[in-house]
């Protein structure tokens, strides 16, 4: 209990600090290069994801990504070479453990160490609690929060081995407040938050100051992946993709560690 306590005063004076910094520092001196930096994006095939990915080549990483959509993975590769970009795909279905591992293999030998890591895949079924199928529930958790430990083992020993490297968790407003017909989904995304404000602490607390970390908590977004929840909606307006894969950039950029879209949220949650 006083070192939950602890914990949390810990973490709102460094994202208040964090806050008060990022506001007194014009933009422009806080954007590091990502010139030539590898970096993996999950679910990068549509949605955000997508965007996320075309604007990290546009920036000059060599951009990674995994989905199981076949042909998102052909028109997300060519999106990236018509513009210049370097883009390696990989089908990989991330609730499978072994596949991700085994993937996570043929990367580094085929491309290089990944630098950036984007847990951004995301899966909601949206029904109510007793219209889950058990099946749901558990693709829901391999996808949205197992993936994240998986995935994030497979790359950070390189990034610790060089005290270098950026892992962005995407996960959501629902992670902190429950969520009409989300239950299974807004249970992983508490999770998502539990698991990346821990690692976040472990890496500090080892002295890995070379390894950033940016969690991102939007609301609902207009991907139509939301379509069995929109219910909720009527109370605040669905973002659209464009405008939180531009935050997640700028995060990145300027290594913040803490996101909610809209801002407005971050300063309701103490009253929820």
Not at 5 to 18: A, C, D
Not at 75 to 91: L, Q
Request: aromatic share 10%.
């Amino acid at each position: 209990m006083i070192y939950n306590l602890f914990l949390s005063i810990g973490m709102t004076i460094i994202y208040v600090t964090e806050t008060i910094m990022l506001t007194l520092i014009p933009h422009r001196y806080r954007e590091k290069s990502i010139k030539n930096e590898i970096a993996l994006v999950t679910g990068g095939a549509s949605g955000i994801g997508k965007l996320i990915a075309i604007k990290l080549a546009k920036l000059g990483a060599n951009v990674i990504v995994w989905d199981i959509n076949k042909n998102g993975l052909i028109e997300i590769a060519e999106e990236i070479r018509k513009i210049g970009g370097k883009c390696y795909t990989y089908y990989c279905d991330i609730a499978n453990k072994e596949e991700v591992y085994r993937i996570a293999k043929v990367v580094q030998i085929e491309v290089g160490h990944v630098s950036i890591l984007v847990n951004n895949a995301g899966y909601v079924y949206g029904r109510t609690f007793m219209e889950l199928p058990d099946c749901e529930i558990e693709r829901t958790f391999k996808v949205n929060i197992l993936s994240h430990y998986w995935i994030t083992k497979s790359f950070l020993k390189d990034m610790m081995k060089n005290n270098h490297g950026h892992i962005v968790t995407i996960a959501s407003v629902t992670g902190f407040v429950g969520t009409y017909k989300c239950t299974d989904y807004s249970a992983t995304k508490f999770a998502a938050i539990g698991c990346h404000e821990s690692l976040f602490n472990e890496l500090k607390v080892h002295g890995y100051d070379g390894i950033h970390m940016t969690l991102v908590c939007p609301y609902l977004i207009n991907t139509g992946m939301f379509n069995g929840v929109k219910s909720v909606s009527r109370f605040m307006p669905i973002l659209e993709p464009e405008y939180v894969a531009e935050r997640v950039i700028a995060g990145i950029l300027t290594n913040e560690m803490f996101i909610v879209l809209p801002n407005i949220i971050k300063y309701l949650l103490p009253f929820k």
